[in-house]
């Protein structure tokens, strides 16, 4: 089960960079659009406040600057999400799934293994984190256990702008523990 877990987050990764410089020229193009017809951006109402994400171990309030390039979804018992800032410098990618009998070190050892991180993962703050390298971009990996699940989540790209989304726009109150501890 792990295995197959695996195989989907890898390949969830692996097409962040591209899913995410898709995204971000999708909306410079509507923002281009918007300039060629200032009457009917004026026509559009005013935004309500950040957009909710939600779903059963975390909640995303999306600040402006942030595109959800897959909200939140579930599928076949694992959640995954991607997330990508407008300005294309940063990526977070977060995949829940259940962990049956495996520890979090031997997850995250999977997934080093699976990334070829070139250092093995190390455990800080009830966490174990460790880094690799993704068509030429610095990623950075946390894997969190609570319960009877995991998250991974991997930023790529600017690791500063990934960790102050995080930090401040995801939320859990029932699964804090698969939050990367920054």
Known sequence: MLKHILAAALALCLAVPALAAEKTDEAAQGVKAAEKAPEAAEAAPAPKGP????CKYY???????????????ENQGMTSAIFARTAGSAVVTMVV???????GKTIAGMFAEQ??????????NGQYT???TQQGMPCQAWVGTEGDVFMVTTVTGNRKDAQTFI???VKSADYPKLLPQL
């Open 51 to 54: 957009e909710q994400l939600v």
């Open 59 to 73: 909640t995303v309030s999306m600040p402006d600057d942030w595109k959800a390039i897959m909200a939140p979804t």
């Open 97 to 103: 799934g259940p962990r049956g009998v495996a520890d």
């Open 115 to 124: 990334f070829k991180a070139e250092k093995p993962p190390v455990e800080k």
């Open 130 to 132: 460790f880094s690799f």
């Open 167 to 169: 930090r401040q726009y």
